[in-house]
């Protein structure tokens, strides 16, 4: 099946990326991003970037928004997601090329997002095949979420960063290891390979898993770590922490 990734020019093609945010994670309204948000991010530096199925149907989407901190402009994404049946296909990486490429047309060399850390597959994603860091947790950080990927757990989540140009990301994009193969790991932190399936034996088991890792990767990011791999097994997945010493990443978060 072929694809077409653009950015989506029209208030239809806006409003389908509405209704793939119900459709995707089972959003409530009130979770849901407003067609009002992503009308106005074209015309203030943000973007929504569409996958554009054969038929033109938009079947999953990125979409940032310009952000600033510590005196360097940033973009923030606020969602990346693909409509099942059309997963496994390389979308959601061509969506964040296709992103990458927007960001440095505009001259900005660094993305940011958020993702949930007990989801090991979207890690690996972040990590792996994109060769973003983290090395910022933020406890429950939209507290109570609908979403059908939540599951009632508190909104714990982890700050992906995408610097751009360094050396790292390319090495990721290119397909080759982020991480050079010398680099030590200072540390690991183990979470389920599938954290649905701890959920459904034992929602308990489940809160006291996710408040572990928190612990975890808090008290490794106060000694100045940022996950740098991520590696899986059959049961568990685990993220490899290093010191930075990336060229093209600040140290300063």
């Known amino acids: 099946m072929k694809y077409t990734i653009r950015l989506c020019r029209t208030q239809d093609e806006l409003a389908a990326c509405i209704r793939l945010q119900k459709r995707i994670w089972g959003y409530s309204d009130l979770e849901v991003y407003p067609l009002r948000l992503f009308v106005n991010l074209g015309k203030i530096g943000g973007h ?8 033109r149907q938009v079947v999953g989407f990125v979409a940032a ?10 973009l923030y994404s606020l969602s990346l997601g693909v409509l099942p049946g059309h997963e496994n296909r390389g979308l959601g990486r061509a969506l964040k090329i296709a992103q990458r490429r927007a960001a440095l047309e505009a001259g ?3 993305i940011e997002w958020t993702f949930d850390p007990l989801q090991a597959r979207n890690a690996y994603f972040n990590i792996v095949r994109l060769g973003a860091i983290a090395r910022r947790f933020l406890a429950n950080h939209y507290g109570p979420v609908a979403s059908r990927l939540q599951q009632r757990r508190p909104s714990d989540r982890l700050v992906a960063e995408w610097w751009l140009k360094s050396p790292r990301v390319r090495r990721a ?3 080759r290891s982020a991480s050079p193969t010398a680099k030590p790991v200072a540390a690991t932190v183990e979470i389920p390979r599938t954290i649905a399936a701890l959920v459904k034996k034992s929602s308990r088991q489940a809160r006291e898993k996710q408040e572990r890792v928190g612990k975890e990767l808090i008290r ?3 000694r100045g770590l940022a996950t740098t791999g991520f590696a899986v097994s059959k049961r568990l997945g685990a993220y490899l922490l290093s010191r930075l010493s990336e060229p093209g990443i600040p140290r300063g978060a």
């Open 108 to 110: 900005i060399e660094l």
């Open 173 to 175: 994009l290119d397909g």
């Open 65 to 74: 928004m310009p952000a600033w901190r510590r005196g360097r402009r940033y």
């Open 48 to 55: 929504v970037i569409g996958a554009f199925g054969p038929r």
């Open 220 to 222: 490794h990011f106060a």
